[in-house]
Antibody
Framework: QVQLVESGGGLVKPGGSLRLSCAAS????????MSWIRQAPGKGLEWVSY????????NYADSVKGRFTISRDNAKNSLYLQMNSLRAEDTAVYYC????????????WGQGTLVTVSS | DIVMTQSPDSLAVSLGERATINCKSS????????????LAWYQQKPGQPPKLLIY???TRESGVPDRFSGSGSGTDFTLTISSLQAEDVAVYYC?????????FGQGTRLEIK
């Protein structure tokens, strides 16, 4: 069965960095676009970034552009999000999610990893 | 960016009654090339990730009970639960995937009256 398992969240000070990982299994990872979507405590869903199946194409929400970098390793069935210059407003649960194409619905989501940015 | 606006923000419905949630997009999400509406609906229960219910505005995801249905086209969409069950208590989100950035509605909280 399809599984997405995020890790790497935690408490970080403003201006700090964190790298999230998402381990995928149960499907051919290299066939799919992958996204990061976040949810601030008690708030709605915000798409953060996606990456194409071959890593040739990426895109970011304006709120994270220039600070976050998405990447993947198809040999390891893993997705990553490098987050730099973190701000308090980046505090959220970060989900990885699968979508077949660049603009698509998300049929599988991980359980999420909590990132807290606070001094 | 396409802005997605849901109504109402919260809704209380009696068990066995119909629940209706609306979603309006700031521009059409109907793609002329394939006549498909790039609109999905998700259900999120506390402490869980969102779960896909409906895609292409009206196609039910495998395993989703048939009391859930989606309708609409262009800019106006509806999620209907025909007979509310206790396990349907959740927050519901619409999402457009017509263009980047992908955007979600603010969510509608559904409770039992």
């Amino acid at each position: 069965q399809v599984q997405l398992v995020e890790s790497g969240g935690g408490l970080v000070k403003p201006g700090g960095s964190l790298r999230l990982s998402c381990a995928a299994s149960g499907f051919t990872f290299s066939d799919y676009y992958m996204s990061w979507i976040r949810q601030a405590p008690g708030k709605g869903l915000e798409w953060v970034s996606y990456i194409s199946s071959s890593s040739s194409y990426t895109n970011y929400a304006d709120s994270v552009k220039g600070r976050f970098t998405i990447s993947r390793d198809n040999a390891k069935n893993s997705l990553y999000l490098q987050m730099n210059s973190l701000r308090a407003e980046d505090t959220a649960v970060y989900y990885c999610a699968r979508g077949l194409l660049r603009e698509y619905y998300f049929d599988y989501w991980g359980q999420g990893t909590l990132v807290t940015v606070s001094s | 960016d396409i802005v997605m606006t849901q109504s109402p923000d919260s809704l209380a419905v009696s068990l066995g009654e119909r629940a209706t949630i609306n979603c309006k997009s700031s521009q059409s999400v109907l793609h002329s090339s394939n006549n498909r509406n790039y609109l999905a609906w998700y259900q999120q229960k506390p402490g869980q990730p969102p779960k896909l219910l409906i895609y292409w505005a009206s196609t039910r995801e495998s395993g989703v009970p048939d009391r859930f249905s989606g309708s609409g086209s262009g800019t106006d969409f509806t999620l209907t639960i025909s007979s509310l069950q206790a396990e349907d208590v959740a927050v519901y989100y619409c999402q457009q995937y017509y263009s980047t950035p992908i955007t979600f509605g603010q969510g509608t909280r559904l409770e039992i009256k």
